[in-house]
């Protein structure tokens, strides 16, 4: 919703431009990951998911990179354009059916 | 096929007051939980189910109650309001398999004041 992520770090770029989204998680257990977009009012939208015994995952426009030696997910967007203007969210799954969401980065794109 | 369906969209209580926020997928999903979305903490889990007749408490469980007689039902009670349930709910749905990813309903925004 609207009042999410008023603290939340914010990627600038323009329209065209490759993004990258970063995410740090914290439990060396998990294994399945998942980003997902929340435009404005609206619910999570999953984007692209990643199990633990992968390092790297693509879909239309989209690629997920996991290091989890460092525990570091990102998130990799190409030719970004102003509709992928939202709010980013990585999960990671530290057990059967319990997702934990990470605080979000906001995209946004300029024409 | 409507997905996840949420209602109200909004709502507002008075400090004690009680609710009920609906939930209902069409999707025959077994798993379904419900969230929590603060400003700058991402989303927390508050409940979710496995199946019909199974709840069990997640994250930030307290001062909610949840029951799940249906595999499409899956509503959340607040039993007393306070302000500090001043939030937006979003329900999610999976298969069950845990591998693919959830489908989030459009949230219900809650006042309490």
């Known amino acids: 919703g609207e009042s999410v992520g008023l603290h939340l770090p914010t990627l600038s770029v323009q329209e065209g431009d490759n993004s990258i989204i970063n995410c740090a998680y914290s439990?060396?257990?998990?294994?399945?990951f998942i980003w997902y977009k929340q435009e404005s009012g609206k619910g999570p939208q999953f984007i692209i998911d990643?199990?633990?015994?992968?390092d790297k995952r693509q879909g239309q426009r989209v690629t997920v990179l996991l290091n989890k030696t460092v525990k570091h997910l990102s998130l990799q967007i190409a030719a970004t354009q102003p509709g992928d203007s939202a709010v980013y969210f990585c999960?990671?799954?530290?057990?059967?059916?319990?997702?934990?969401f990470g605080t979000g980065t906001r995209l946004l794109v300029s024409p | 096929n409507a997905g996840v369906t949420q209602t109200p969209k909004f709502q507002v209580l008075k400090t004690g007051q009680s609710m009920t926020l609906q939930c209902a997928q069409d999707?025959?999903?077994?798993?379904m939980s419900w969230y929590r979305q603060d400003p700058g903490m991402g989303l927390r889990l508050i409940h979710y189910?496995?199946?019909?007749?199974?709840?069990d408490q997640g994250e930030v469980p307290n001062g909610y109650n949840v029951s799940r007689s249906t595999t499409e039902d899956f509503p959340l009670r607040l039993l007393s309001a306070a302000p500090s349930q001043t939030s937006v709910y979003f329900c999610?749905?999976?298969?069950?398999?845990?591998?693919?990813?959830?489908?989030f309903g459009s949230g219900t925004r809650l006042t309490v004041v």
């Open positions: 999610a749905s999976s298969i069950g398999q845990g591998t693919y990813g959830y489908t």
């Open positions: 990643i199990r633990s015994n992968m």
């Open positions: 439990n060396s257990a998990s294994d399945y």
């Open positions: 999960a990671e799954r530290p057990s059967f059916q319990k997702l934990v």
């Open positions: 189910s496995v199946g019909a007749g199974i709840t």
């Open positions: 999707m025959n999903h077994e798993y």
